[in-house]
């Protein structure tokens, strides 16, 4: 049983907690940016249907989305030294912070492999087919018409998968990753006041993710700046075309 709760220890264990908070950004970031590029490995044989490797992509995806995450990574912590035993590769000193951040990319990959597929195909094939008659190559009507709208719709589902992988890096401590929970289970265990331990890092998960929020509004309205262009310019082409009209 904790001892009695006491509100001042919270303003104590914050800062102590923030001294850890670059562990979880550097979780976050390598996971992110692995995950963005085996986002586009993943979707690419679905978009196109390539055989085989279609498949395979799908049956990952579906492995990875129907698994917990502390599962995957207890996986990848176990499993993968062993997998890589017999190559003669020995990671059984390795950092467990590597396996966090591999952990959480293959996730993040199957997440955003679906994103990707599912804003390139929201996209108006008849866009495409004009950038043919223009001229484009497959892959320069790729770059320049298909995604930078994909881009717009597929923006939003980003910014959730990375809140979702930020508060995810909370089970790292799992595998003896002394990031902002693990210090605060040593703090539990120091102290005995758990309760103020957790509403410590409940303020500060919380604090870090109306950052990221706000910051990926701005984003947002950035990338839908043209949007909102087009939808301005419709009502006030209609009103030139009636006053047109009406002078004759």
Do not use: C, W
Not at 38 to 67: D, E, H, K
Not at 102 to 122: K, N, P, Q
Not at 199 to 227: C, M, N, P
């Amino acid at each position: 049983m904790g001892k009695a709760f006491d509100l001042s220890l919270v303003l104590d264990f914050v800062p102590e907690l923030l001294r850890y908070l670059h562990i979880t950004l550097i979780v976050l970031g390598g996971s992110i940016m692995l995950g963005l590029v085996g986002g586009v490995l993943l979707a690419v044989p679905r978009l196109y249907q390539i055989p085989v490797l279609s498949q395979l992509a799908t049956l990952y995806i579906s492995f990875m989305r129907g698994t917990p995450i502390l599962i995957k990574l207890f996986l990848v912590y176990y499993g993968l030294p062993e997998l890589l035993k017999p190559l003669g590769i020995d990671l059984s000193r390795t950092d467990p912070l590597l396996f966090v951040i591999l952990t959480y990319a293959f996730s993040d990959a199957a997440s955003f492999a679906e994103i990707f597929r599912g804003a390139v195909r929201s996209v108006d094939k008849g866009q495409t087919e004009a950038a043919y008659a223009a001229g484009l190559t497959t892959f320069q009507s790729f770059r320049r018409i298909v995604v930078p709208q994909a881009l717009v719709v597929a923006f939003p589902n980003m910014a959730n998968t990375l809140i979702g992988s930020l508060k995810d890096t909370s089970l790292a401590f799992s595998i003896g990753v002394m990031d902002m929970v693990g210090r605060g289970q040593t703090l539990i265990s120091s102290t005995s006041h758990a309760l103020e331990v957790y509403i410590s890092l409940s303020i500060v998960y919380y604090v870090i993710v109306i950052l990221l929020e706000k910051g990926f509004a701005v984003t947002e309205r950035r990338l839908q700046r043209h949007e909102r262009k087009r939808v301005i310019s419709k009502p006030a082409l209609r009103t030139a075309e009636r006053l047109k009209r009406i002078a004759g």
